[in-house]
């Protein structure tokens, strides 16, 4: 699978006026990122990432 890095400029005003789903941003993740298989495999999934992603993901789960 070839990702595609997204770069989001996310305001509060952004957030209050509903303009994304919190979905969109991390369905990258949802595909690629293993919570079953340890530690150290969920890091190296989550390696390609940026920590907003990584925020959004972890409250999804």
Not at 5 to 26: N, V
Request: proline residues 7%; without cysteine.
């Amino acid at each position: 699978m070839k990702m595609i890095r997204k770069h989001f400029e996310i305001t509060p005003e952004d957030i209050l006026a509903g303009k994304y789903y919190p979905q969109s941003l991390i369905d990258p993740l949802w595909w690629s990122v293993s919570i079953y298989d340890g530690k150290e495999k969920y890091e190296k999934d989550l390696a390609p990432f940026t920590s907003s992603q990584r925020a959004i993901f972890a409250v999804q789960w």
